[in-house]
């Protein structure tokens, strides 16, 4: 708990935050923040994608302006980060349980918001106030999708990243 402790306490004030959250990219300038609670998925859709991993217990995030990045962290969960290099955030990830092919679909920005919110790692209730408007920030500039996919069945890779890459307001597609 310390070090989770200590990336709280070093976000205060500052332009970043930290997430329970997991991180992958599908390339060197399109990273992806992929929220949920324990259990949801992130860890299994980032090794399933089989992309660059940025970690899946703890994530630093942040930006100016319009652009935004993510950083994985030294904190080990099921998977560890590849590089503690930053990356261009490109899109918010929820992934959602389904037998049907992978599919994505827009979340609302107030959806998105309270995703990110119930992700973002404070250890006193008062450090929570600043993050409302600095999420409202993140969400109006960030789009942000639910991935529906078969978790315990077999989606395959290339279905799934032709899903992420359909999404027209991902940068480069």
């Not at 389904?98 to 309270?114: G, K, N």
């Not at 973002?120 to 999420?135: C, F, G, K, Q």
Request: glycine residues 8%.
């Amino acid at each position: 708990m310390g070090v989770i402790a200590a990336l709280a306490a070093a976000s205060k004030g500052n332009d970043w935050r930290i997430a329970h959250a997991a991180g992958c990219c599908l390339s060197t300038d399109r990273g992806f923040l992929i929220l949920g609670a324990s259990g949801a998925g992130k860890s299994t859709l980032v090794r399933r994608l089989g992309l660059e991993q940025l970690g899946d217990e703890l994530i630093r995030f942040g930006g100016e302006m319009d652009d935004f990045w993510l950083q994985g962290t030294v904190v080990p969960g099921e998977l560890r980060a590849d590089h503690l290099e930053r990356r261009p955030l490109s899109a918010l990830l929820m992934p959602v349980q389904s037998e049907r092919a992978p599919r994505i679909e827009p979340v609302t920005a107030a959806d998105a918001a309270t995703a990110l919110l119930s992700a973002v790692v404070r250890l006193e209730a008062e450090d929570l106030a600043p993050d409302l408007s600095w999420v409202k920030r993140v969400v109006d500039r960030v789009p942000c999708y639910r991935v529906h996919w078969d978790l315990r069945g077999d989606s395959p890779r290339d279905a799934l990243l032709e899903t992420l890459e359909a999404a027209a307001c991902l940068p480069g597609s």
